[in-house]
């Protein structure tokens, strides 16, 4: 599977910037990210079954409701859609709005769209990296805008402990971050990854058993960049 999304696409979708900022919420003097969930937002796993499909068997809700649960035959978490009610929980990811901040390449703390560079690239900024973003580099980390960005790197103790920057020009979908069922008991299968989710592609059988958490896109056409020396020439075009 494989999808992009068109620069007229994009200025129709939720936050771009042509309709407006999504409101935005602080913590405590913090800028919320757009994709942080709040304490507001949860909600029960639900039961999961398993049940026929057109590729084969796989797991379902048992009380499923078509699109709101799944999207492009995966199964996805239940997230609640109130934003702002409660407390943020800044470690964690909303299943649903990074979902949307991939599918309309909007920034990951202020929701806004990342379109309207000259070069029509965007901007990601990945976490304790090691050398450059590799080409074909899989992530669930949707992009940043320039100046949350600059807002991130000094507020976020994570990322001042080390972050690697790129323009990237093509983000196709690759598949998805979840939790994989065993095929024979329905439970769930443990990972080895600190978040606890595995990766797992859209052509890889595995994904009629996953409850999908994460989208996950691939970088391509990377050129990586001096975030300060990027920023410094973004506040420059700016005063």
Same mark, same amino acid.
């Given at each position: 599977?494989?999808?992009?999304?068109?620069?007229?696409?994009?200025?129709?979708?939720?936050?771009?910037?042509?309709?407006?900022?999504?409101?935005?919420?602080?913590?405590?003097?913090?800028?919320?990210?757009?994709?942080?969930?709040?304490?507001?937002?949860?909600?029960?796993?639900?039961?999961?079954?398993?049940?026929?499909?057109?590729?084969?068997?796989?797991?379902?809700?048992?009380?499923?409701? /078509? *699109?709101? $649960?799944? %999207? +492009?035959?995966? &199964?996805?978490?239940?997230?609640?859609?109130?934003?702002?009610? !409660?407390?943020?929980?800044?470690?964690?990811?909303?299943?649903?709005?990074?979902?949307?901040?991939?599918?309309?390449?909007?920034?990951?703390?202020?929701?806004?769209?990342?379109? /309207? *560079?000259? $070069?029509? %690239? +965007?901007?990601? &900024?990945?976490?304790?990296?090691?050398?450059?973003?590799?080409? !074909?580099?899989?992530?669930?980390?949707?992009?940043?805008?320039?100046?949350?960005?600059?807002?991130?790197?000094?507020?976020?103790?994570?990322?001042?402990?080390?972050?690697?920057?790129?323009?990237?020009?093509?983000?196709?979908?690759?598949?998805?971050?979840?939790?994989?069922?065993?095929?024979?008991?329905?439970?769930?299968?443990?990972?080895?990854?600190?978040?606890?989710?595995?990766?797992?592609?859209?052509?890889?059988?595995?994904?009629?058993?996953?409850?999908?958490?994460?989208?996950?896109?691939?970088?391509?056409?990377?050129?990586?960049?001096?975030?300060?020396?990027?920023?410094?020439?973004?506040?420059?075009?700016?005063?």
């Amino acid at each position: 599977m494989s999808e992009t999304m068109s620069v007229a696409a994009a200025s129709k979708a939720p936050g771009a910037k042509e309709g407006g900022a999504p409101r935005q919420h602080y913590w405590r003097g913090l800028h919320v990210p757009f994709i942080a969930p709040w304490s507001g937002e949860s909600m029960p796993l639900g039961t999961i079954v398993r049940r026929p499909g057109p590729e084969g068997d796989g797991i379902a809700y048992a009380d499923e409701y /078509g *699109r709101a $649960d799944r %999207r +492009h035959g995966v &199964l996805w978490l239940r997230a609640g859609v109130t934003r702002g009610r !409660g407390k943020p929980f800044f470690a964690e990811v909303h299943a649903l709005r990074q979902r949307q901040a991939m599918a309309h390449l909007l920034c990951q703390v202020c929701g806004t769209s990342t379109f /309207g *560079r000259d $070069d029509e %690239r +965007h901007l990601f &900024l990945v976490q304790g990296e090691e050398g450059p973003i590799a080409e !074909g580099e899989k992530t669930t980390s949707p992009p940043i805008c320039e100046p949350c960005a600059h807002e991130s790197l000094r507020s976020c103790p994570h990322l001042r402990k080390g972050a690697t920057a790129a323009l990237v020009g093509y983000t196709p979908y690759w598949g998805v971050a979840g939790i994989v069922y065993d095929p024979i008991t329905l439970t769930p299968i443990l990972s080895d990854e600190r978040d606890g989710l595995t990766l797992v592609g859209f052509d890889d059988p595995l994904i009629r058993w996953t409850l999908a958490a994460r989208s996950v896109i691939t970088l391509n056409e990377c050129t990586t960049v001096d975030l300060e020396l990027e920023l410094t020439t973004v506040q420059r075009k700016l005063s």
